[in-house]
């Protein structure tokens, strides 16, 4: 039988080589998106990757707190 300890090591194997191989994946796509461009002549332009600027999205957590208007000297609620 095949111990936890062992499972973990198969494990941690398998997301290494699983990684190395997205890795050469990304490459060859790259390759064939360029080689696609070039015969296309297609730009980032064309695609919409240039001329604007990224804006971040912030997730709830990460936006920034506003704080709450002050109430004028005397005003109850």
Do not use: C, F, H, W
């Not at 090591?9 to 080689?35: G, N, P, S």
């Not at 015969?39 to 695609?47: F, M, R, S, V």
């Amino acid at each position: 039988m095949t111990t936890y300890k062992e499972l973990q090591a198969q494990i941690e194997q398998l997301r290494k080589q699983a990684e190395e191989l997205r890795q050469a994946e990304i490459a060859d796509v790259i390759t064939e998106i360029k080689a696609k461009m070039n015969e296309y002549g297609i730009t980032g332009a064309d695609l919409g990757l240039m001329g604007k600027k990224r804006i971040m999205k912030t997730s709830p957590a990460m936006a920034p707190e506003v704080p709450a208007p002050a109430q004028p000297a005397g005003s109850e609620m």
